[in-house]
């Protein structure tokens, strides 16, 4: 007789499975429609309306309109300069435009200008980084920001 023979094979521990307790009856209607809702859409949240803070985020990426002599010859042929945020892109500056002035951006060009090395007696610095939008719109519209100045 060997030690493998004594070993009993029969006695072996069952896992009962534990099944999750459901008491729907103690939700109220409205925390039982919450509850399906994550379970259906789990990376998904429910945004409220935004109707009235459109022009608040566009206001995110516009910081201001840049007015100079080359801006208003720039104006005659349609093209506007804003100053935008640095972290701004084309598509969030045309509509950006777009909602803030009520027109249809036809094409947007982006510079970046580097800040400049400043020295004041002997502190050295930088001053800040800017980023400009050309933002060309569609023939006959205006922005009525640059007239009268």
Known sequence: MSIFSKKNTDAKPV????????????????????????????????????????????????????ITEKATY???ENKYIFEVALNANKIEVAKAISKLYNVDVEKVNVIVNRGKRV???RIHGRTKRTKKAIV???????ISVYEGV
Not at 26 to 47: C, F, I, N, S, V
């Open 119 to 121: 020295t004041y007696g």
């Open 74 to 76: 720039l104006a005659a």
């Open 15 to 66: 896992k009962e499975e534990k099944k999750p307790i459901d008491n729907k009856e103690d939700l109220t209607l409205a925390q039982l429609e919450e509850k399906e809702d994550r379970k259906a859409k789990p990376g998904k949240k429910k945004t409220a309306d935004k109707a009235g803070k459109g022009s608040a985020l566009a206001y995110k990426w516009i910081r201001r309109p840049i």
């Open 136 to 142: 060309t719109l569609k023939q006959g519209q205006t």
